[in-house]
């Protein structure tokens, strides 16, 4: 059998009520006492129940994370400095994929209040705000990563997604691309819109044209970008420039370019975004916006975990700044130009 908090009290020749202010590391106990106490779990593998925890209103120490696939790197690395930061401030993370989807979201969101878990951070594209409003008048503390709410009041950790879009264009620019496309997720969601109104602001300040039909939609898959790829190099003029926004959609402008033969980048210059594990990894290495991912992870999990302890009052907006990483799919296209 398990040990309990008795058998712990027995061994250790103290009061329960001592036991469960070390457990719990509140109230008054001498170092003596607490370290004898803390042998004696150790001894016997005791492990302290979070679901009793739970029902007697304490904190659980544990962190609700909503992510939209972990099968994309740039989600898994945001999860994994999620995690490290968790675990530094002792606190486990029980992380759901919710593939943009309304219902996995609110299942989700619900497994996780039964689990009484102390927060939630979520990085999907979510637009159940009717959902979040409940948490939030439950007093559950929420914090996004990655996405931005303004109409909600919660702590959110995000990149300057239009500066990043800007800085993609404008590079594009600078090595003489006059047709410069866009693949861009979900317009509903902001950082999309923020990335194409950066990428719009770069024509008009180098004064070139911007163009909706060079404005395409994809979902946040590599066979997505290089069907919507595929359609870009097979008009008449094609864009000599694509800017994709994630580094998963770029992986599939590579596929779709090699599939036609067109030669990257003396034929096509591609641009990602987020700078994951991939950028470097691809064949040729990938020119990319990064996201300062590992910061990210960090900022947002000590926001929450503040609030949580309720060692702050008001929410915070943290606007990181994305840099742009030029590798090999980039190149100057002046040479082209009659």
Do not use: W
């Not at 594009?172 to 047709?179: A, C, F, N, P, W």
Request: charged content about 25%; proline content about 4%.
């Amino acid at each position: 059998m398990k040990p309990t908090i008795y058998d712990i009290a027995r061994e250790a020749g103290v009061s329960i009520a001592t036991v469960s202010k070390v457990i719990n590391n509140t109230g008054r106990i001498g170092d003596k006492t607490k370290q004898k106490v803390m042998k004696v779990m150790k001894e016997l593998d005791y492990q302290p129940s979070i679901v009793a925890s739970a029902l007697t209103g304490k904190r659980t120490h544990t962190i609700g994370l909503l992510i939209p696939d972990i099968a994309n790197p740039f989600f898994a690395e945001i999860a994994r400095s999620v995690e490290d930061m968790g675990n530094e401030l002792g606190f486990s993370v029980m992380m759901c994929s919710t593939d943009n989807n309304i219902d996995k979201e609110s299942k989700y969101i619900s497994l996780l209040e039964q689990k009484r878990v102390d927060g939630i951070i979520i990085a999907t594209g979510t637009r159940n705000t009717d959902v979040l409003q409940n948490l939030l008048k439950k007093k559950l503390p929420i914090a996004l990563i990655a996405r931005d709410l303004p109409s909600l009041p919660v702590d959110t950790v995000l990149v300057d997604d239009y500066m990043g879009g800007y800085e993609a264009t404008s590079h594009l620019i600078s090595l003489g691309h006059q047709k410069i496309s866009i693949i861009a997720e979900d317009l509903k969601v902001m950082s999309s819109k923020e990335r194409i109104r950066g990428y719009r602001q770069a024509l008009e300040d180098h004064g070139m044209e911007y163009d909706e039909e060079q404005i395409h939609v994809s979902d946040f898959t590599i066979e997505g970008g290089r069907e919507v790829a595929a359609t870009i190099l097979a008009e008449n003029n094609p864009a000599t420039a694509i800017f994709a926004c994630n580094d998963l959609l770029a992986m599939g402008v590579i596929q779709a370019a090699r599939e036609i033969g067109v030669e990257i980048p003396s034929d096509l210059s591609i641009i990602g975004f987020d700078n994951t594990i991939l950028a470097s990894l691809c064949d040729p290495p990938l020119t990319t916006i990064a996201q300062p991912i590992q910061d990210m992870g960090k900022q947002v999990v000590e926001l929450l975990v503040k609030e949580i302890k309720q060692e702050k009052q008001s929410k915070q907006r943290v606007v990181l700044m994305p840099s742009l990483e030029v590798r090999n799919t980039t190149s100057d296209n002046t040479k082209n130009l009659v």
